[in-house]
């Protein structure tokens, strides 16, 4: 058979020992096998691509035990993946898109082609990959979607010449995680070729719920991939992937990290810490007990100790993607189709008070469907001018819903409490009489604010409806045989539709809630308010490219690149208000109509730009036994788009006004010896918001800026300041030595180390959650028949047991309402033991 696709000529063996682990050797010297990327479309080899992009290859993360694209990081220095409470954050060189489902990521992942833009797809498992490119830096020509960071690039190990197969098992012992791999691989006949990958894993957790008596998160995963190629003529082939995932999580690595005691001076909650206040807490005034409150005391678990107390959490995740390649080669140009069909639905509960007093949840449902199709002209190599074209269309849907749920009486009782006691503090007289009686509390009378918000839901509905149309050239003029410029523009045509929904009901019922003294308690502790908003945008734009690459010798090539890139538009989904600044009426008999709340959200946000200076080298050394690149970089944003957790709950998206970053990546490898390699890279990162006067401030901090008549405007100027994850350097360097310790076993050893500078884990870069410098190291050790096929395996990751700490927020409602200061955190796997056996056939 004889393929013609540019993406798809190469073999799983011939690049997976390149990238990372293995190297080939001559009989006089090391040499380094050459690494094949396609991060500019073409297949070409990673010393030729004129941009900073780290390669990551398949045999890599299985033997790494690398289960989902977050642990990527670990060996791409800039690029950052956390989940968090309600989302999941991916940053590149400082710059991401934070936490809201109305998003779409700054930094692009694509998936044999198809744009992966949503969050929630990069908590899937993924298996049985070829490699992973990450492109660093703005990628708005080849990778048109929104790629204004960076893009990820997942490319599928392909069926071969040769029938192959594996089955892969490992076990860890620490969290009890227990994975299954199965491949098998080859030829049909003459024209046909498929590959199916199966990848089964569970896992019991690292994070003890004390509150359920558990381990979490536990996860469940099953994926099934099958892709089948035809080759139909010589000039024309076509490739089907067909791939069904599920991936459950009960449970989430989230504990309360620190608690300190409240500061209030009008309540009975004054020195006592939030979990204290939900422990064991009796209100009342004089001589009566107005409310008693005794949660589990777990609660009272308000440090960092991988132990957590909450009620449960859960997320429940479907999805499915099917992607037709078809290829068809006119001479020595390459005419490329590529269709994607992809979507997903994820049900999810949230404890979002991340203690184990039942205070209240989030409930959430998601769906998204996608439908993709992209065009590609390639024109063949050689010529003076070279040209890769095309055009792109895409058209999404996207439902999303979640509702506040308060189910006990903890927080209601709470409210009513406090309310009373805080009246006699006044020296108001208490509405009641001695034998206990409540008096006077009808309608909006003191003391029934907790009764508004018993069973009390705050359904939002959210849709968001795209369709994308864009054209893209890039032409390559090379100048001589030494020097070149590529220039390149894509023009992107956007249409998007949004709406948002959120009303007050009640959950024993269902029904909505008559507007009246509700809306105000729900104003003043939770900062929502009801609304209805519907909206339609569209937008046009040009992302041009310029790019000069000159050869220095055959072993040093040089390149400069200057670009403008774009991220569109569109809607929040996860506000908690309005826009408008309308006031909600104020509780009769006590609030007057002059000091009504006010609470101010937002609904839709505008485009995002970034321009773009880079300039590296990629060169070779020693003969070939080395490999150093390196590339500095300052891209300017403006009308940056960020999500501001509101203080309460909620989280508004606006755009924050502009921020440079600046820095310097470096990568490379050598071979030591004819036994010994090494790989390598280092990054320097400077991030400054140079306008961004409406930040969020942390809890204590005083504003420099704030509107008395509304609620949550109180802001703190983020101008001069660095980002959440933000380092000053980050990096990995590996060690692999492997021998021959007979004819037939084959004994590797290796190690990482992977090392970070501090930076802050919060989004609103509150000192006290600076996470500290680290160096984690992780060792794998193995014995393998290279004759039989198989291998057995002993990995140690994290070695020195380092506690990392990968997001963190203000505990809800413990500042806004009780006033005590506290973080919650997601913390990330301590030190773990795993076994591993794996056998292939040929």
């Known amino acids: 058979m004889t393929l013609k696709r540019p993406d798809f000529g190469f073999h799983r063996s011939a690049i997976a020992t390149a990238i990372v682990l293995c190297s080939s050797y001559s009989v006089a010297a090391p040499v380094l096998e050459e690494v094949i990327v396609t991060a500019t479309i073409r297949a070409e080899s990673l010393q030729d691509v004129p941009v900073s992009v780290n390669a990551v290859s398949g045999e890599k993360m299985m033997e790494a035990g690398i289960s989902k694209v977050e642990d990527l990081q670990a060996y791409v220095p800039n690029l950052t993946m956390s989940e968090t409470g309600i989302g999941t954050n991916i940053y590149i060189r400082g710059i991401g898109s934070g936490i809201n489902p109305g998003f779409e990521q700054s930094v692009g992942m694509y998936f044999d082609g198809v744009s992966y833009g949503r969050a929630q797809l990069t908590r899937a498992p993924f298996l049985d990959l070829e490699r992973v490119e990450v492109l660093r830096g703005p990628q708005n020509i080849l990778f ?32 009890n995680e227990r994975v299954l791999d199965f491949m098998v691989s080859g030829p049909i006949n003459d024209e046909f070729g498929a590959r199916l990958a199966i990848r089964k894993r ?11 008596n558990r381990d979490e998160p536990q996860r469940d995963e099953q994926t099934i991939r099958l892709i089948v190629d035809w080759d139909a003529t010589p000039d024309l082939s076509a490739s089907l992937k067909m791939e069904l995932g599920k991936f459950d999580v009960n449970g989430r690595q989230i504990e309360i990290i620190n608690d300190q005691p409240s500061t209030s ?17 009796v209100i009342g005034v004089g001589p009566i007990t107005l409310a008693t409150v005794d949660a589990d005391s777990s609660v009272l678990n308000n440090y960092q100790d991988f132990k957590r107390s909450s009620n449960g959490d859960y997320s429940y995740n479907d999805t499915h993607n099917i992607t037709l390649n078809v290829d068809y080669a006119w001479g020595d140009h390459q005419f490329t189709f590529i269709t994607g069909i992809l979507g997903y639905e994820t049900d999810e509960l949230c404890d979002c008070d991340f203690t184990g007093a ?3 949840a989030v409930a959430a449902e998601e769906e998204y469907s ?35 749920q308060v189910t006990s009486d903890i927080l209601p009782d709470l409210l009513n409490a ?92 269902g029904e909505i809630r008559a507007v009246g003294e509700v809306d105000t308690v729900v104003a003043k502790n939770f900062s929502a308010e009801r609304h209805d908003l519907k909206g339609s945008r569209s937008e046009g734009n040009f992302a041009p490219s310029v790019n000069l690459q000159y050869d220095w010798s055959d072993d040093v090539m040089l390149y400069t690149t200057l670009s403008r890139g774009y991220k569109s538009g569109g809607y929040d989904a996860r506000s908690n208000a309005s826009p408008e600044a309308n006031p909600v009426r104020p509780i009769q008999n006590i609030t007057s109509p002059d000091s009504a709340p006010i609470i101010v959200g937002s609904f839709e946000y505008e485009e995002e730009q970034a321009t773009s200076f880079e300039a590296g080298a990629k060169t070779t050394l020693l003969d070939g036994a080395a490999e150093l690149n390196i590339a500095a970089f300052y891209t300017k944003y403006d009308d940056l788009q960020v ?60 504003p420099d800026s704030n509107d008395s008549n509304v609620s949550g405007t109180e802001y703190c100027d983020y101008k001069g300041k660095s980002n959440q994850y933000v380092a000053d350097y980050s990096g990995n360097l590996t060690f692999v030595y492997s021998t021959m310790v007979n004819k037939d076993i084959e004994f590797r050893g290796g190690v990482d180390f992977v090392f970070t500078g501090s930076y802050n884990s919060s989004q609103n870069l509150d000192p006290s959650q600076e996470q500290d410098a680290y160096v984690k190291s992780n060792v794998r050790l193995s014995l393998g028949d290279v004759t039989k096929g198989w291998e057995a395996a002993f990995l140690v990751k994290n070695v020195t047991d380092e506690t990392v700490i990968s997001y963190s927020n203000d505990t809800p409602l413990s500042s806004s309402i009780f006033g005590s200061t506290g973080h919650y955190g997601f913390i990330e796997t301590p030190r773990t033991y795993a076994i591993q056996a794996t056998y292939r056939w040929y």
């Not at 569970?202 to 359920?212: C, K, M, V």
């Not at 024109?379 to 506040?404: A, C, H, M, N």
């Open 643 to 702: 999500s501001i957790f509101d203080g309460t709950l909620g989280f508004n998206v606006g755009n924050a006004g502009a921020a440079t970053t600046m820095g310097l990546e470096l990568d490379g490898r050598m071979a030591l010896t004819e036994n010994l390699m090494m790989t390598g890279a280092l990054a320097f990162l400077d991030f400054e918001f140079t306008d961004f006067a409406n930040g969020q401030c942390y809890q204590g901090q005083t």
């Open 358 to 360: 039942p205070i209240f």
């Open 265 to 281: 001076t009008t309540s009975q909650f004054t020195g006592k810490t939030y979990g204290q206040i939900l422990d064991n807490t």
């Open 370 to 404: 996608q439908f993709s199709q992209e065009f590609r002209w390639v024109s063949p190599v050689g010529e003076t001018f070279e040209f890769i074209g095309g055009g792109f269309y895409q058209k999404s849907e996207l439902d999303f819903f979640d509702s506040i």
């Open 144 to 175: 048109g979607k929104n790629s204004i960071a960076g893009a990820l690039s997942l490319i599928s190990a392909r069926p071969g010449q040769e029938f192959e197969g594996l089955v892969s098992g490992t076990y860890e012992v620490e969290t």
């Open 418 to 509: 406090d309310d009373l006691q805080k009246a006699g503090a006044n020296g108001e007289a208490p509405p009641f009489d001695l034998t206990g009686g409540l008096l006077g509390l009808g309608l909006g009378g003191i003391g029934d604010a907790g009764d508004e918000i018993r069973n009390l839901g705050t359904p939002r509905n959210f849709s968001s409806d795209t369709e994308l149309f864009s054209v893209f050239l890039q032409t390559t003029w090379n100048i001589t045989d030494l020097f070149r410029a590529t220039f390149g523009v894509r023009y992107s045509y956007e249409e998007k539709d949004g709406s948002r929904k959120l009303e007050l009901s009640d959950l024993s019922t």
């Open 202 to 212: 569970e896992i019991d957790g690292h994070i003890e719920n004390l509150t359920l």
